[in-house]
């Protein structure tokens, strides 16, 4: 027969008396008793696993819900410290509303931090607060004193200043009036904290302004001498940098510059078969001139390379050279240590491949075979003496075919030699893959903008890539091409497309780059591919970088835009603004010292001109707390100023003279 309801109830009380009997009551002060709470603590990255990312010199918030049970007072501080360091700096917390506080701290130099949060019950504010308002209701307080006066006598004074202070009020009149001064309930805040709780230790890197913020020229040395048929040279590329630094460029980034394989050469286009005087693709790393560590006999030298590197610095440019793990099977490590390699299972050493794509030319080092350990300590030296010879910036190839512990291990061990290096990482991938590369340590990413040209899409994925958490570790650097993508809606050579292409990537996003060629709107494609005809990838090339219809003043102006606007040098302070017309984007930029606003509005198609309203709606700007609503916007090109009216205003653009209009906001 089945118990009956009462009989089940019966049981289930018996069993849940057991099981109290059974429970231990948490110890006083212990772990598993904590009082006060830490939670939500912003900014973290998965739950502080990666460190978030922040630039030298400007303010990092650090806000918390902090609660305890009861109705004691609470304090609390914001550690922080450099990692490398045991010393930690303090900042006392406020409480802003709701449980929620806040601090700010300033790394001060690029490195690695943590910081910290400690809580904790002040005692003698907690007393103070209940005095006070016992006498404001007419309350004896005689006992009440008293107890203050037993409280001090539990303080642990930190210095000789609080110790004397602590030992003046004790000693005083029987009055209250020693007890409720401003100094002695800072003092006891700090010298007595019971139930005192800390946080976990969170990461924070912290990067040169460069990391997040530059325009980058991209160019194939070889391909800068100015006679046909003639390999260039680093002087050639010294040569130019004159007008690349008059355009305002920030960063001149190199293909590899190592001695190119001889064996199974590309040719022209990626032909498997190349011709005597081919020079093939840098990016078929080694031959008996050397590897990773050596530069192509053509291009000069390695001092030639750094007068380079000088002469950027002499124009207030820097290199950013390519990471390529990548071996041509004449690289040097064939022969030296085959353990480094992929073989097939006949025993020979197996060339890359993306299938159906094949790379004959190259082969790829194998990270998890016998010889890993080495090839990892291998590969971060190659680094380092790249940075020895005054590089501080890599762009990585690929990276999302490398196993992610790697990068991990490598760009940790790099930052710990020198932390003023960052990488950028080519990983035109999945969004998670590229999204956890630049969690692991990569500064700066490649992305989706070369393929988002309407108005939604661009909205859509900007606002994905700068909202919260990836605005904290994620830096996006928009190319408007690259020596491999030559994209759809370049392929026209229209000047407009060029020149909104460019905007877009100028003033969306804190970094972007141009690959040489994108100036004198080159867009001859392969057919029915996104791929340049005839790309230098494969052969040499003589421009005429002067060439008639040329869009360089377009782009200089634009750059000189930037540099006089710190909103534009940034990503995270984004809003897209309302445009009555569905081929026009527009949205505001703020700086991070909120002193600078920037509106653009940026035409998307052909047809035109175009007059549109753009709607401020709600978006204010200025600094945190006396924000306001935009009152007027000023013409960052013609200085001509229009009034805010119905909470916008109207605009034309003419896209065959420039589809860009840009205005300083103004409150």
Request: hydrophobic share 40%.
């Amino acid at each position: 027969m089945c118990p009956s309801v009462v009989q089940r109830a019966d049981k289930m009380v018996m069993h849940n008396q057991t099981a109290i009997t059974k429970a231990r009551i948490p110890a006083v002060g212990g772990r598993s008793g904590r009082r006060i709470y830490i939670e939500d603590v912003y900014p973290l990255v998965d739950a502080g696993r990666f460190p978030v990312k922040r630039i030298i010199g400007e303010p990092v918030d650090v806000w918390a819900d902090i609660l305890r049970d009861g109705h004691g007072v609470l304090a609390a501080e914001l550690l922080w410290r450099p990692e490398a360091s045991h010393r930690w700096s303090r900042a006392p917390m406020r409480l802003h509303d709701n449980d929620r506080w806040t601090a700010i701290f300033t790394p001060p130099s690029p490195g690695r931090y943590l910081y910290a949060i400690e809580a904790w019950t002040d005692l003698f504010a907690t007393w103070r607060r209940d005095f006070l308002a016992k006498r404001q209701a007419g309350m004896d307080v005689k006992l009440e004193i008293e107890e203050g006066r037993s409280l001090l006598a539990t303080l642990k004074p930190r210095d000789a200043a609080q110790a004397r202070l602590i030992r003046e009020t004790s000693t005083s009149a029987d009055d209250a009036g020693p007890l409720l001064s401003e100094e002695l309930a800072a003092a006891a805040t700090k010298a007595l904290q019971a139930d005192l709780t800390r946080s976990a230790n969170y990461p924070l890197v912290a990067d040169r302004p460069i990391a997040r913020a530059g325009a980058w020229y991209e160019m194939m040395p070889r391909s800068q001498a100015s006679i046909p048929n003639r390999h260039g040279t680093f002087d050639d590329c010294i040569a130019r940098l004159p007008e690349i630094a008059t355009l305002g460029f920030d960063v001149l980034y190199l293909p590899p510059i190592h001695p190119i394989g001889r064996t199974k050469r590309k040719g022209r286009n990626n032909s498997l078969t190349a011709a005597a005087d081919d020079p093939g693709s840098p990016y078929a790393i080694g031959s008996a001139e050397g590897g990773h560590d050596a530069v192509h006999p053509q291009l000069g030298t390695l001092d030639d390379f750094r007068r380079l590197v000088s002469a950027c610095a002499a124009h207030g440019m820097e290199i950013a050279l390519d990471f390529a793990i990548q071996c041509s099977p004449g690289h040097p490590w064939l022969t030296q240590h085959p353990e480094w390699l992929k073989c097939s299972p006949d025993g020979s050493v197996q060339y890359a491949e993306n299938p159906p794509k094949k790379y004959e030319d190259i082969v790829n080092p194998d990270f998890f075979g016998t010889g890993s350990e080495a090839l990892w300590r291998a590969l971060r030296d190659v680094v380092l003496f790249w940075v020895q010879q005054g590089v501080r910036i890599f762009r990585v190839d690929n990276p999302h075919t490398k196993p992610f512990p790697f990068w991990e291990w490598l760009i940790r061990e790099v930052k710990s030699v020198d932390p003023n290096v960052f990488f950028l990482s080519e990983a035109f991938t999945r969004p998670k893959v590229m999204k956890a590369l630049a969690k692991l340590g990569f500064s700066q990413s490649y992305t989706y903008f070369t393929w988002r040209t309407g108005k939604e899409e661009l909205q859509a994925y900007v606002s994905e890539i700068t909202g919260y958490p990836e605005r904290e570790y994620f830096r996006p650097n928009f190319f408007v091409n690259t020596p491999d993508i030559l994209p759809l809606d370049l392929q026209s050579g229209e000047p407009w497309i060029f020149k909104a292409r460019v905007a877009l990537a100028a003033t969306l996003s804190g970094s972007y780059g141009i690959y040489n060629g994108f100036e004198l709107l080159e867009h001859q494609p392969i057919p029915g591919k996104e791929e340049y005809l005839n790309s230098e990838k494969y052969e040499l090339q003589v421009r005429d970088w002067n060439k008639p219809g040329n869009i360089k003043n377009y782009i200089g102006h634009l750059n000189r835009i930037r540099q006089s606007n710190p909103a534009l040098l940034q990503t995270s302070r984004l809003r897209f603004a309302q445009i009555d017309d569905k081929d026009v984007i527009g949205f505001v930029k703020e700086s991070i010292d909120e002193r600078n606003a920037v509106a653009v509005a940026i035409a998307l198609s052909r047809e035109g001109p175009r007059e549109f309203w753009f709607h401020f709606g709600d978006i204010e700007i200025g600094p945190s707390g006396s924000q306001r609503r935009v009152k007027s916007v000023q013409n960052l090109i013609t200085g001509e100023q229009h009034t805010i009216e119905w909470g916008g205003v109207r605009l034309r653009v003419d896209q065959q003279q420039d589809p860009a209009v840009l205005f300083r906001c103004l409150a």
